[in-house]
């Protein structure tokens, strides 16, 4: 990993930590319910999603007292796809994380309670935030609706489970993962443009650098289950083939996928030509995506 993105992730993730424990541990909460939250939040990943955000300030030299918070709301809303994902009617999975999955903890009945639970603490981080415009908040709300709903991750993964045993086009396959993935990466990067004060020609760029992040980050994904261990993922390996959908590397071969991995990575870092440095942390995080090992 380039030591910049590192220095920036070192830095960043434990204040991504303690905003999310804040925004969970405030007010009354049933103890049951708290738990099954805090112990998915807490499982770890790599927060990309709220570094992303935080990221476009950094590119743009601006700060927002709010940034913390907003970045935090997606996390929020990424957690809870992530338990519903695993659950029985979904995806059947009894590993994230290299730990059991919060139904195999908790129960189904909480876990999805929880899920639901994290949803609405991220609409109500959104609707609390201080030092932001009422007309800017209410576009951030907009925004995450959209792209964490029917327009966008959910309605992916309506797609997904719709795709099972069909043999998809590469079209049609990447409408999945626009909506399923990129979507709530999308939120990230114009979440941090709209804080930064972005005009619409930069808004413009940076929507497409996010789609192409979202789509690299995806046949990465896709090529990560075919190559790497079950350890290394902290779920089981090859459990897209297991359960015959469509991916990248079924689709177009390993090589093809690397390739059309390293096509998006390429139109993303063209989409930042507008920033001022080469060594942008944009830039970095898409160099990231595409080389991470899990």
């Known amino acids: ?38 112990y998915s939040v807490k499982a770890g990943g790599k927060r990309i999603r709220p570094l992303l955000v935080l990221a476009v300030l950094e590119d743009f030299g601006v700060q927002s007292a709010d940034a913390l918070k907003v970045a935090s709301a997606v996390e929020l809303i990424h957690t809870y796809s992530l338990i519903h994902d695993d659950l029985p009617c979904m995806d059947d999975d009894d590993y994230r994380r290299g730990q059991l999955t919060n139904h195999k903890v908790f129960g189904e009945a909480t876990a999805v309670l929880a899920g639901d639970a994290l949803q609405t603490a991220a609409f109500n981080a959104l609707a609390s935030l201080e030092n932001t415009s009422a007309e800017k908040a209410l576009a951030l709300v907009r925004l995450l609706a959209e792209a964490s709903g029917a327009k966008g991750m959910v309605g992916g993964q309506i797609l997904d489970m719709e795709g099972e045993k069909a043999s998809l086009s590469l079209e049609q396959l990447e409408e999945v993962h626009l909506h399923k993935t990129g979507a709530l990466l999308s939120f990230c990067i114009e979440a941090g443009a709209i804080l930064a004060g972005a005009n619409e020609n930069q808004i413009a760029q940076l929507r497409s650098y996010a789609r192409n992040i979202g789509l690299a980050f995806q046949i990465k994904d896709d090529i990560l289950d075919v190559t790497a261990t079950t350890e290394q993922l902290g779920k089981p390996a090859n459990s897209d083939t297991d359960s015959e959908k469509s991916t990248y590397p079924s689709l177009l071969g390993l090589e093809g996928a690397r390739l059309q991995l390293e096509k998006y990575h390429t139109n993303a870092i063209e989409c930042l030509s507008f920033l001022p440095s080469d060594k942008s942390y944009l830039a970095l995080f898409a160099d990231y995506i595409v080389q991470r090992e899990l």
């Open 1 to 38: 990993m380039d030591k910049q993105l590192e220095m920036f992730m070192t830095k960043h993730i434990p204040m991504i930590d303690e905003q999310l424990q804040q925004l969970l541990t405030g007010g009354y909460s049933p103890i049951s319910l708290r738990e099954s939250m805090l």
